[in-house]
Nanobody, 122 residues
């Protein structure tokens, strides 16, 4: 089992920045990649970004490319999502998740955190 705890959400004005953290504990050595997803009210959960643990390869949704950066701190078992130039449409609950089976990084995740709210005001 892998436990994931997100933090760093909050309220920010459009154009501002936030950094989300995802701390993992438990059987983290079995993870292939960690991803961030988000779900806005009335919408389906969508993929935001992912990073593989072995090579550090990164993947982004087109909607956040160039604005968001995913990174990892392996000794701390923590993954970060730096979000810059935030827009009101980025408002959502952000979840981190771990997938154990390669090569999928945009779906098929096995473990999920409880999420952290990000609200971007216009």
């Amino acid at each position: 089992q892998v436990q994931l705890v997100e933090s760093g959400g909050g309220l920010v004005q459009a154009g501002g920045s936030l950094r989300l953290s995802c701390a993992a504990s438990g059987r983290t050595f079995g993870g292939y990649a960690t991803g961030w997803f988000r779900q806005a009210p009335g919408k389906e959960r969508e993929f935001v970004a992912a990073i593989t643990w072995s090579r550090g390869s990164t993947y982004y949704a087109d909607s956040v490319k160039g604005r968001f950066t995913i990174s990892r701190d392996s000794p701390k078992n923590t993954v970060y999502l730096q979000m810059n130039s935030l827009k009101p449409e980025d408002t959502a609950v952000y979840y981190c998740a771990v997938v154990t089976t390669p090569p999928a990084v945009r779906s098929g995740y096995d473990y999920w955190g409880r999420g952290t709210q990000v609200t971007v005001s216009s």
